[in-house]
């Protein structure tokens, strides 16, 4: 017997409310529906995608804004006929649900054995951006959950990440080209939407690589979060889900500061406050950051190299630091900029008298 999803949507919505899902990610949603806007989804054929995809649709106000989903699937081809079938599912659902389905191929992908998480992952992000900017559409909806905070939060220690990285993933992401990704399950714990689809009798796929070691994330969600949930003796994943929002707080107060004390001239230079003491290390190393990502060069000074101009500018001391083999970054009279030195022309050797 097939399933019915309309009625499997609104039976899950019953057990979420829209109080249970994160409000400010709900609130960008819901005046999207408000101004008729389209807002597409992110569906894997997983069970918290499906989660997603469900209770949107059924806590959509009207008709015409469960038309207006979008739901995107990538098939990255890495698990041969299982990916196919997630394929299939994904538009089986979607049909039930009277929803717009995109399915994206990975059809260059690398060797297998060359495939790293992160270049997954930025495949399927180039596949949502493309269709996106093709169907005209802002909000992307992603099924990241309360355990997900806990993993990231666990992952990101792991590489010393600041603030900013500390609080991801965020309920509302802001990105460039207008665009928004919307995380309205980052309040409800893996283990309740497991537990609620099973009540209402929905089916999901299930991905066999997220049984293995094979990827960081795995390993931190089968071997790592247990313990460390275990050891707490509390609910950690809710403790992680409150620190992310702390930190939150935190950075966005940290980039306001950045944004009042960032000052460039018409050439690009920064200009630092005298005396240095009067920015805190944490912004003046915001200021920098920015002030580098101004001109696209944040990724050609390594960590050392950071901590160098850091150095630099904290003590206001004259000085270069190599940014690549033909440009500089120089601190002088307060202020940094990026210059081209001048070429030396070369030596003539073996000239006679």
């Known amino acids: 017997m097939k399933p019915n999803w309309s009625n499997l949507a609104a039976e899950l919505a019953a057990r979420f409310p829209r109080e249970r899902l994160h409000p400010i990610a709900l609130d960008r949603i819901q005046r999207a529906w408000a101004d008729g806007e389209r807002v597409a989804v992110a569906f894997s054929g997983g069970a918290d995608s499906l989660a997603l995809l469900l209770l949107l649709h059924a806590h959509a106000p009207s008709a015409s804004a469960r038309r207006r989903l979008l739901v ?7 698990r041969g006929a299982a990916s196919t079938a997630d394929a299939r599912f994904c538009e089986r659902v979607c049909a039930g649900l009277g929803v717009t389905c995109q399915v994206g191929v990975w059809e260059e992908r690398p060797d297998k054995s060359t495939i ?9 992000l180039t596949f949502f951006d493309r269709t996106l900017s093709r169907r005209r559409t802002r909000l992307l909806c992603l099924g990241h959950h309360q355990d997900d905070i806990a993993e990231t939060l666990l992952m990101r220690l792991a590489r010393g990440s600041g603030t900013s990285g500390l609080a991801a993933p965020r309920p509302v992401q802001t990105l460039p080209g207008e665009r928004t990704h919307l995380r309205p399950l980052l309040t409800i714990p893996h283990s309740a939407l497991i537990e609620a689809l099973r009540a209402v009798g929905a089916v999901w796929r ?17 071997h790592v979060l247990p313990v460390w949930a275990e050891a707490a003796g509390r609910d950690a994943v809710a403790g992680a889900a409150l620190s992310r929002e702390l930190l939150d707080e ?16 018409e050439e690009g230079r920064l200009q630092l406050p005298v005396p240095p003491a009067t920015l ?14 101004h001109h696209e060069v944040g990724e050609n000074l390594s960590r050392q190299g950071f901590d160098q101009l850091l150095g630099l ?20 009279k307060h202020r940094l900029s990026i210059v081209i030195p001048p070429s030396r022309p070369c030596s003539k050797a073996g000239r006679s008298n």
């Open 206 to 222: 299930e991905d066999a690589s997220n049984a293995t070691d094979a990827y960081f994330r795995n390993r931190v969600r089968r």
């Open 313 to 332: 500018a904290e003590r206001h001391q004259p000085g270069r630091i190599s940014l690549d083999a033909k440009r500089l970054v120089v601190f002088r």
């Open 116 to 124: 790293s998480e992160a270049t997954a992952r930025q495949a399927r």
């Open 250 to 265: 935190d950075d966005n107060a940290l980039d306001q500061w950045t944004d009042a004390a960032t000052r460039l001239d």
């Open 72 to 78: 995107l699937h990538f098939n990255h081809r890495l």
């Open 280 to 293: 805190p290390r944490a912004v003046l190393r915001r200021v920098l950051r920015r002030w580098l990502n």
